[in-house]
C-alpha cells in the first residue's frame, strides 16, 4: 500500500483547503483511511477517519468544519478544510489501516500553514 497526499499550501484564516490522498495497492476494500496531524514541536494526532463502510469520525477540534470522504472509484480519500484557523497549521499525514492490526500504512505529509 502506498499513500501520496497532495494538496497543502498556505491560506488565510477563516479559508478553505482540500487534501487528497492517492491510494495505490491491493487493499483499498479493507482499508480504513484517516488524516493525523503533526503541528510544529507536537505529537501527531488524528484528525478524521472514515472506515470501509464510510462511517466517520472526528477530532472535537476541527468537527463541523472538516470533512473526511473516500472515493471507492478513484482510490482516493479527501480532507476538505473549511474556516482554517492558525492552530490547523501543521504537516497533514495519510493514514491507511488493514484490519485486525494486520498493517498500518503513512504517506510523507503534505504542509498546511494557516496564516495572514
Known amino acids: 500500500v502506498q499513500l501520496v497526499e497532495s494538496g497543502g499550501a498556505l491560506v488565510q484564516p477563516g479559508g478553505s483547503l482540500r487534501l487528497s490522498c492517492a491510494v495505490s495497492?491491493?487493499?483499498?476494500?479493507?482499508?480504513?483511511m484517516a488524516w493525523y496531524r503533526q503541528p510544529p514541536q507536537k505529537q501527531r494526532e488524528m484528525v478524521a477517519h472514515?472506515?470501509?463502510?464510510?462511517?466517520?469520525n472526528y477530532s472535537d477540534s476541527v468537527k463541523g468544519r472538516f470533512t473526511i470522504s473516500r472515493d471507492d472509484d478513484r482510490k482516493t480519500v479527501d480532507l476538505q478544510m473549511n474556516d482554517l484557523k492558525p492552530e490547523d497549521t501543521a504537516v497533514y499525514y495519510c493514514?491507511?489501516?488493514?484490519?485486525?492490526?494486520?498493517?498500518?500504512?503513512w504517506g510523507r505529509g503534505t504542509q498546511v500553514a494557516v496564516s495572514s
Open positions: 493514514n491507511a489501516q488493514l484490519p485486525y492490526g494486520a498493517g498500518t500504512y
Open positions: 495497492g491491493t487493499y483499498w476494500t479493507i482499508l480504513s
Open positions: 472514515i472506515n470501509t463502510i464510510a462511517k466517520t
